[in-house]
């Protein structure tokens, strides 16, 4: 008898096992190491370019803090993007 569970469990398997040998693929594409700009922090860059694909890597720092949303005091508790000291 087939069941639901053996049916999901052969689709997982499926799944990992199409995914392992892209997963273990090392993309050999030049890496540049950009700053991020005033809004909207991302890296000074061209609308279009004429150069080929490569890896940007930038640092991105993540503060879990309370935000206030109204005059009642109401409020959650949210990852938002820190303070950056950024020229501009």
């Keep these: 008898m087939f069941t ?3 049916a999901l469990m052969s689709a997982a398997a499926a799944i990992i096992a199409l995914a392992t ?3 273990a693929v090392e993309l050999n594409l030049p890496r540049q190491k950009v700053d991020l700009v005033a809004p909207p922090f991302v890296h000074p860059h061209e609308q279009a370019t004429k150069e080929g694909p490569r890896i940007m890597e930038f640092r991105l720092v993540i503060q879990e803090k309370k ?3 109204d005059e009642k005091g109401t409020s959650f508790q949210a990852m938002t ?3 950056l000291d950024l020229k501009i």
């Design 67 to 69: 935000v206030v949303i």
């Design 81 to 83: 993007r820190a303070a």
């Design 4 to 6: 639901r569970r053996a």
């Design 21 to 23: 040998p892209a997963l």
